[in-house]
Every structure is written in structure tokens, then in C-alpha cells.
Nanobody, 125 residues
């Protein structure tokens, strides 16, 4: 079992930056794959980025590639999402998710068993 807590969301102007954190409690988090997803009202949860247990493999949605960076510090049991050049369309609740392995395609929410409560990101134009 692992519990996830996101932080770092807030209100930022277009073109600005935020860094989200996903702090985990529980054993063996360093061996988990982790993903970031986002969701706006009335829409399905959307894949943003994912990282392997070692950090050696990362994947991004096309919409954030080149602007967002996912990373992890296993000594701190934390995964980060650095978001630069933010756009109003990045506005959403951002969730981190984790599992011991991808249970299907990594870009689908069903690939992960454990989820945080989400943190709101609002980008003003």
C-alpha cells in the first residue's frame, strides 16, 4: 500500500511556472512507476507524464512535451512535475498515481492503482 499527497498547485499567469510534488508514504515507493494526470470538469482524466522506478524512462503527452518535466527523488519518496510556459488550457486538477507496474497502457488511468487527492492548477490569460 502507498498513499500519495500532491502539493504545489495554485494560480499562475500564462507563461509562468509551477512545480508540483507528489509525496508518498509506504514501503518500496522507489520501485513504483508514477504518473501525472489531469482533469477538468466534464472531461475524462488525461495523461500528462509518467516515470519509471529508476527515472530512466519518461513519457509525456504531446500537449506538454517540451514544457513539462517529470522527475523523482527516491530518497525523499517524491515525484515532481515541473511545469513551464503554462497555458490557460493547462488549467485542471492534477493527480499523481502510482503502482508497482503499469497495469496496461501507461497513458490510461487504469494503469495505476493508487491515486492522490489532486491539486488545482489555474492558469490565467
Amino acid at each position: 500500500q502507498v498513499q500519495l499527497v500532491e502539493s504545489g498547485g495554485g494560480l499562475v499567469q500564462a507563461g509562468g511556472s509551477l512545480r508540483l510534488s507528489c509525496a508518498a508514504s509506504g514501503s518500496f515507493f522507489s520501485s513504483y512507476v508514477v504518473g501525472w494526470f489531469r482533469q477538468t470538469p466534464g472531461k475524462e482524466r488525461e495523461f500528462v507524464a509518467t516515470i519509471s522506478w529508476s527515472g530512466g524512462s519518461v513519457y509525456y503527452a504531446d500537449s506538454v512535451k517540451g514544457r513539462f518535466t517529470i522527475s523523482r527523488d527516491n530518497a525523499k519518496n517524491t515525484v515532481y512535475l515541473q511545469m513551464n510556459s503554462l497555458k490557460p488550457e493547462d488549467t485542471a486538477v492534477y493527480y499523481c498515481a502510482a503502482d508497482v507496474k503499469y497495469r496496461g497502457s501507461y497513458y490510461r488511468p487504469t494503469a495505476f492503482s493508487y491515486w492522490g487527492q489532486g491539486t488545482q492548477v489555474t492558469v490565467s490569460s
